[in-house]
């Protein structure tokens, strides 16, 4: 009887070592989670949004703004094609986009931005100082570059996915290029991780 439960016991602990061993296909996770401080930005729905609004769920953040060409959409639509392939587990994962465009992705703007591509996708924004400060802990940046005179300018960001776990702590990245069904996978290992103290 006891060599009996011994088995399945020790079988699940190799189970546990493998899950906290398998790597990310597209990124990486880092050995130990960094705290990152309080910040205050803006969400889509012109509330205040805090390092507390990251509690409780495993987050992809994403940095863009709403007139980018390419990367931007292009990212957005892998996450939510990612996340449909996740099933009922994709409700425990929140997605994230921060605007480094606060000039013209007003609140309203970013919220119908986002929903777009997702329904429960959330965005913020917030003053540039704010948004540096906060690229400082998270690891992008962003510098704004002006166009030919009367087109606009444009703004060269950092293009990763960051990853913050349930504690609201830096936990990994994800590097592109995207395909849903790799994104699906590595999102669905973070789900499975069990939260460091």
């Not at 493998?18 to 130990?32: M, N, T, Y």
């Not at 729905?45 to 980018?68: E, I, K, M, Q």
Request: net charge positive; proline share 8%.
């Amino acid at each position: 009887m006891i060599a009996a439960v011994a088995l399945p016991l020790g079988m699940l602990a190799w189970r546990e070592q493998a899950e906290r061993a398998r790597p990310l296909v597209s990124g990486s996770l880092l050995p130990q989670p960094r705290p990152i401080a309080d910040f205050a930005l803006t969400g889509d729905d012109g509330r205040p949004f805090t390092r507390a609004g990251l509690l409780g769920r495993w987050t992809v953040v994403f940095v863009g703004y709403t007139h980018c060409p390419d990367v931007c959409p292009t990212t957005l639509s892998r996450l939510k094609a990612a996340k449909a392939r996740l099933g009922a587990d994709g409700a425990r994962l929140a997605v994230l986009f921060v605007s480094v465009d606060p000039e013209r992705d007003t609140p309203d703007h970013l919220g119908r931005y986002v929903r777009y591509f997702d329904k429960d996708f959330r965005a913020v924004t917030g003053p540039v100082d704010a948004l540096t400060a906060l690229g400082r802990q998270l690891g992008f940046v962003f510098v704004k570059n002006p166009g030919a005179e009367g087109e606009g300018y444009g703004i060269d960001h950092s293009a990763e996915l960051i990853l913050l776990d349930p504690k609201a702590r830096l936990a990994g990245y994800l590097t592109p290029p995207f395909q849903a069904e790799t994104l699906a996978a590595d999102l669905g290992t973070i789900l499975r991780k069990r939260v460091a103290r």
